[in-house]
């Protein structure tokens, strides 16, 4: 061996030895001891732990506190001394050291720390402290999100989304296809991706404080994104396979558990996409997948088990329970069924025709479907199995989406009532948590959707030499006649997402799903707004 190489594994071996040293002398987690409880790490020794005393059981002789730090649901038992436990009440952040010893026989923990010093790092007032070692409601702890998440639950949640993100990019990493690259699209966009309308507009604080201002910040009005979709179609054209996890806005007036005003979606986006087949495959793939290996994981069998007293009954979720078996279905279960739109609206019809269902609100191809439709075909039509309904009237539908028709096609009942080449994945209890389509790839095709939304603009005749003027330094390409759009009408802030299919266009699809929605199916929490620390929906935005 070369003498750089003996002096490179001498330090190399050197500063193992220092960094074990350091881990030793820093603070343990508590799900560091209790998992240690199988290998005997730490038993006899000193250890140190930080952490919240999450209930207080004061004896003649000796006091049991448990001890939390978010690091796992179970929380961890120290032995004290009366005079140890004089000032600790429930809340209250402690440094303890002491011995990690085998409990006697019996006790439900392997493993306790018999204290050898208590150190108050923040007092915590019981009598004004709202947290408390007892059942609280949905409704009593949303009103104090910035304490509910020292819940036990609620901290699993957090523990369980933070891993679900963690495994997400395994499941993009090894898609057999190819992997898919994770990108960053902007939060302020120029466009109603939706174009339902509900966006929330962008301002400086000095329009709301009612001083004049002579330019818009941006020069034209911005929004709060609705969806990533149009700007992953950039990434997709040159990247391949792209994906997308981030914030998404809506301004809708809904006051369901089902709705958020700010949420997370997970946008997919592929390119050389040729039919919907292969999009609904892969949707199913990528739940599949994570689910199977968030069901290898502690924080998954966590979830799996976690106490829920006062919600079903039970306190633990055993392995026959409703979410095990659901669990069991997303990884196992046979290959999701797929329905159209227009046979899903006809075995409605049936329904009500044969007194076997009534609805609130009739069901009607024109109409497009109500959460009690969904139900009913999640439930009863496809027997309790997620599914995919497919080509829904294309009027329904933004812009985007491509013509489910294959050309040519001369069945003039499918010429009277076009479709879009999309889905909506429906789940039971959730319903709808996934949608996509293929996009509309063609120039002609595009334009043509947008003029007969109302979405391309006609501007006024120029007059005198405002004919030939261009402010913008690319006025000699914006001068010029772009393909497919008559005189005088312009495509406004769309334009470069058009300028997709101008140049290099190619079929692709996607599909965004709603990720907070989804964690909450896997989670059994019925609300959406338990699964969000911080939610933010109408009438409501706390902290």
């Known amino acids: 061996m070369q003498t750089w190489q003996r002096g490179l594994a001498t330090s190399l071996k050197e500063l193992t030895?220092?960094?074990?040293?350091?881990?030793?002398?820093?603070?343990?987690?508590?799900?560091?001891l209790l998992q240690s409880d199988r290998t005997c790490n730490f038993e006899n020794e000193e250890v140190r732990?930080?952490?919240?005393?999450?209930?207080?059981?004061?004896?003649?002789?000796?006091?049991?506190v448990e001890i939390s730090d978010g690091s796992t649901s179970q929380s961890l038992q120290a032995i004290l001394t009366p005079d140890q436990a004089t000032e600790l009440t429930a809340g209250t952040a402690v440094e303890i050291s002491g011995l990690w010893k085998t409990c006697p026989p019996g006790k439900e923990q392997s493993h306790e720390l018999q204290t050898t010093e208590v150190i108050i790092l923040g007092a915590c007032d019981p009598e004004t402290y709202p947290i408390q070692k007892k059942y609280h409601s949905p409704e009593f702890l949303r009103q104090t999100p910035h304490l509910r998440l020292r819940t036990p639950f609620n901290s699993l949640l957090s523990r369980f989304r933070s891993e679900c993100l963690f495994q997400l990019g395994n499941v993009f990493r090894t898609y057999p296809s190819g992997s898919f690259i994770q990108v960053q699209p902007p939060l302020i966009t120029s466009s109603d991706c939706e174009g339902a309308g509900q966006t929330f507009a962008v301002l400086p604080r000095e329009s709301l404080e009612s001083i004049p201002s002579t330019d818009n910040f941006f020069r034209t009005?911005?929004?709060?994104?609705?969806?990533?979709?149009?700007?992953?179609?950039?990434?997709?054209?040159?990247?391949?396979?792209?994906?997308?996890?981030?914030?998404?806005?809506?301004?809708?007036?809904?006051?369901?558990?089902?709705?958020?005003?700010?949420?997370?979606?997970?946008e997919v986006e592929v390119n050389f996409m040729q039919n919907l087949d292969s999009l609904t495959e892969l949707v199913e793939y990528?739940?599949?997948?994570?689910?199977?290996?968030?069901?290898?994981?502690?924080?998954?069998?966590?979830?799996?088990?976690?106490?829920?007293?006062?919600?079903?009954?039970?306190?633990?979720?055993?392995s026959g329970s409703p979410l095990h078996q659901r669990w069991i279905g997303l990884m196992e279960g046979p290959r999701w069924p797929r329905i159209t739109y227009s046979r899903a609206i006809a075995l409605l019809e049936d329904a009500v025709t044969n007194h076997s269902a009534s609805f609130t609100f009739p069901p009607s191809w024109s109409e497009g479907l109500q959460l009690e439709h969904e139900k009913y075909i999640v439930e009863i039509i496809c027997g309790g199995s997620p599914v995919f309904v497919t080509d829904y009237?294309?009027?329904?539908?933004?812009?985007?989406?491509?013509?489910?028709?294959?050309?040519?096609?001369?069945?003039?009942?499918?010429?009277?009532?076009?479709?879009?080449?999309?889905?909506?994945?429906?789940m039971p209890e959730i319903?709808?948590?996934?949608?996509?389509?293929?996009?509309?790839?063609?120039?002609?095709?595009?334009?043509?959707?947008?003029r007969d939304r109302g979405l391309i603009?006609?501007?006024?005749?120029?007059?005198?030499?405002?004919?030939?003027?261009?402010?913008?330094?690319?006025?000699?390409?914006?001068d010029t006649p772009y393909p497919f759009l008559q005189?005088?009408?312009?495509?406004?802030?769309?334009?470069?997402?058009?300028?997709?299919?101008?140049?290099?266009?190619?079929?692709?699809?996607?599909?965004?799903?709603?990720?907070?929605?989804?964690?909450?199916?896997?989670?059994?929490?019925?609300?959406?707004?338990?699964?969000?620390?911080?939610?933010?929906?109408?009438?409501?935005?706390?902290?």
């Open 17 to 32: 030895r220092q960094f074990s040293t350091s881990l030793r002398s820093t603070p343990q987690r508590c799900v560091q």
């Open 49 to 64: 732990i930080h952490g919240f005393v999450r209930s207080v059981r004061k004896q003649k002789r000796f006091a049991f």
């Open 221 to 266: 009005p911005k929004y709060l994104t609705v969806s990533s979709q149009l700007h992953l179609e950039a990434y997709a054209a040159e990247l391949g396979n792209v994906w997308a996890l981030s914030p998404t806005f809506r301004a809708e007036r809904s006051d369901t558990p089902r709705h958020l005003s700010e949420f997370y979606m997970l």
């Open 286 to 318: 990528l739940i599949r997948d994570l689910t199977r290996r968030l069901s290898e994981t502690s924080v998954g069998q966590e979830i799996l088990s976690a106490k829920r007293t006062g919600e079903s009954g039970q306190d633990f979720v055993n």
């Open 393 to 426: 009237p294309k009027k329904v539908k933004p812009f985007y989406m491509a013509c489910s028709q294959v050309p040519g096609d001369n069945d003039s009942a499918s010429a009277a009532k076009p479709t879009a080449a999309c889905f909506d994945l429906l």
């Open 431 to 450: 319903s709808e948590v996934a949608g996509g389509s293929l996009r509309e790839h063609r120039l002609p095709n595009l334009i043509q959707n947008m």
């Open 457 to 478: 603009k006609t501007l006024p005749k120029p007059t005198g030499e405002s004919r030939h003027s261009s402010s913008s330094p690319e006025g000699s390409l914006r």
């Open 487 to 543: 005189p005088y009408e312009d495509l406004g802030h769309l334009r470069w997402y058009v300028d997709l299919r101008r140049w290099g266009t190619a079929p692709h699809g996607g599909f965004g799903l709603g990720f907070d929605r989804f964690l909450g199916y896997l989670a059994g929490v019925g609300s959406i707004r338990d699964v969000v620390p911080f939610p933010r929906y109408f009438g409501r935005a706390d902290c």
